[in-house]
């Protein structure tokens, strides 16, 4: 029973790491029609962004604790948030009107660009985060150990989700995000500039990879130039699973890959570990491709 | 007549292949497993292109396929005990990179039913996923090595063996393009519906399209296994795929010469620029960047003259192309 309720934490945490960064490719999927491959990468960054800050940061405050947390990340959402608007308008932007097929492997390319970029720049081999919060036990029993940490990605996560919601359904800018994501054309008429809300989905989804990466960096603290590729792969699948497109969707799909993803390493074998996620994908693609929560698309001739 | 020079094309090809093999030993044994790699890698990205420029769906999972195919092969010949340099292995190991093929074929055919309902960005994660699903499932078997790897592999792959595969796909696939079956590759690619509402179903080329792309890529995977004589799961992971993928893309999806010229040129540009090796990388993922913002028909691939198009009346400005 206490095995079972620690790998329920774990996945939680983990689920709703992998929930945060399914939401920016569902809301990128959404405005563009088109999988963001760079998200993973973008989530990569922000981690190395917080590296970098963490240790100038954390002395200004005395020491780790809530306070210095919460600016490492606001700062990381931040640097993210540019990032993600600068790739939009140079690699994206002047593929608007291309084929599908161009886009996506421009994706990919700029995918490959920051991992291997980024191994120049940062180098290889991994690095260690540095702790934000003291690390201490909520509950510490025989064979249940519960850190602050677990708890505090969870309870993040879901407040970050809650502002999402808001931003989403009850700002204006939402409204024009959701009309946009409708139809383009149609909004476009209606007065609504697509760029700013393309970039502004951007900003949104960026700023979530982020704020995902300082979370994943407290709990799992180390990190190297390629490890986006499989959160961002799984955090794909998640928003598969959800349903493309729908923020529910990625929410729950992300917090479903985690919970699998840790029961199975869990109870069945640690090295189906990767491999697991990718065959959720297969199965949801064959039997239920609009994903739990998604309506289905006919395709327009 | 065409058909006819083509199969003699194919003929003094696997002639020449044949010849140059019985001096590959004269050759600096350092150019002669560059020219072996060059050779592997026109079989990998003209058998991705198959995939990826004819019939237009975008796969990621090429070194799944290739590492099948290594496996499969491997596996055939240490169990028959084949060993280099001996004449007499050469049926036998013509058997194992068939065997090697057919595998992969299948599994090509497992992945191709599932890609008939999948689009673009789907099919190029699930492709990759199974990539990915192949690599750890290598990596547990035990009696494929796990992730120590395949050792003591036979090193029969000579120059014959490569150029003459190479040979007889590009005769394949240069015979398929022309022939009905080609243009309704194109058809589908162009236009799935329009292809289907004139009776060109897209299932059947697609289906055909990943087996044959699979099986060569299984037959490549079986050439290398026998030159490097190690195999291991990792070799196989999905850089290697995106590597094919950047060939293809960087020699023009659809262009059977750009694809092989590409191959040529990013089998040997990291090797002559040995001392910046770690951009190597990096200037693929800008290479692809680059030809995609300027030139997505690739370095070498026809150029579709959208603005003759356009003025002509083909085509009105905010098309759907």
Same mark, same amino acid.
């Given at each position: 029973m206490s095995e079972f309720l620690q790998q329920l934490i774990n996945g939680l945490s983990l689920g709703s790491i992998y929930a945060l960064i399914a939401l920016g490719y569902t809301m990128i999927y959404g405005v563009l029609r088109f999988i963001n491959f760079a998200h993973g990468d973008v989530f990569m960054l922000g981690a190395f962004a917080g590296f970098y800050m963490a240790p100038h940061i954390i002395p200004f405050f005395g020491g780790a604790g809530i306070l210095p947390a919460l600016t490492v990340m606001l700062l990381t959402m931040v640097i993210c948030a540019i990032i993600g608007v600068i790739i939009e308008k140079l690699a994206y932007r002047p593929l608007r009107s291309r084929p599908k097929l161009t886009v996506l492997i421009t994706a990919i390319g700029m995918s490959l660009f920051l991992e291997f970029g980024g191994q120049l720049v940062f180098g290889p081999d991994p690095k260690l985060y540095p702790a934000l919060l003291p690390s201490a036990n909520i509950v510490n029993a025989k064979d249940l150990v519960i850190g602050t940490n677990s708890v505090v990605v969870i309870l993040t996560a879901l407040v970050l989700m809650l502002i999402l919601r808001l931003i989403v359904f009850k700002t204006r800018l939402g409204t024009a995000m959701r009309a946009v994501s409708y139809d383009h054309r149609a909004a476009s008429l209606m007065g609504i500039n697509i760029d700013t809300i393309i970039s502004f989905t951007f900003i949104i989804g960026s700023g979530l990879a982020a704020a995902a990466a300082t979370l994943y960096a407290t709990v799992y603290p180390s990190i190297n130039p390629l490890m986006g590729i499989m959160p961002g792969l799984k955090a794909f699948i998640a928003a598969v699973l959800g349903g493309i497109g729908n923020l529910y969707g990625a929410a729950v799909g992300g917090v479903l890959i985690g919970l699998i993803e840790t029961f199975v390493t869990g109870y069945v074998s640690p090295i189906l570990r990767d491999a697991i996620a990718f065959g959720i994908l297969i199965l949801i693609l064959l039997f239920k491709p609009s994903g739990l929560l998604g309506k289905f698309e006919a395709e327009k001739v | 007549m065409k058909r006819h020079r083509s199969k003699i094309f194919l003929g003094v090809a696997v002639g020449m292949a044949g010849l140059i093999a019985l001096f590959e030993g004269q050759i600096n044994p350092y150019y002669f497993q560059i020219i072996m790699y060059i050779g592997i890698n026109i079989i990998l990205a003209s058998s991705l292109n198959l995939i990826n420029g004819f019939a237009g769906q975008f796969s990621l999972g090429h070194a799944g396929f290739m590492s099948i195919g290594a496996y499969t092969s491997a596996l055939i010949t240490s169990s028959l005990k084949l060993s280099a340099g001996d004449a007499s292995a050469y049926p036998l190991f013509l058997l194992a990179l068939l065997g090697g093929g057919l595998v992969a074929s299948v599994f090509g055919l497992l992945v191709g039913i599932p890609s008939l309902r999948l689009k673009g960005d789907y099919l190029a994660i699930t492709t990759l996923g199974l990539g990915e699903i192949i690599r750890v499932v290598i990596q547990s078997l035990d009696f494929l090595g796990g992730a120590r790897g395949f050792s003591g @592999?036979?090193? @029969?792959?000579n120059f014959f063996w490569v150029y003459a595969t190479v040979a007889l796909l590009i005769y394949l696939i240069s015979n398929m393009i022309g022939s009905t079956y080609g243009k309704g590759f194109l058809a589908v690619k162009d236009d799935e519906v329009a292809a289907e509402a004139i009776g060109i179903g897209g299932t059947r080329y697609k289906i055909i399209a990943f087996v044959m792309g699979a099986f060569f890529a299984g037959v490549a995977g079986g050439l290398y296994a026998h030159f490097v004589t190690y195999i291991n799961p990792s070799q196989f992971g999905f850089l290697r795929s995106f590597e094919i993928v950047v060939m293809v893309v960087v020699g023009g999806m659809g262009s059977i010469i750009g694809v092989i010229l590409a191959a040529v040129l990013l089998t040997i540009l990291p090797e002559a620029l040995r001392t910046i090796a770690q951009y190597r990388m990096v200037i693929y993922a800008l290479l692809l960047i680059i030809i995609m913002i300027s030139r997505p028909q690739g370095l070498f691939g026809a150029r579709v003259k959208w603005k003759k198009l356009l003025r002509r009346g083909k085509i009105a400005p905010g098309d759907r192309v």
């Open positions: - | @592999i036979a090193k @029969i792959s």
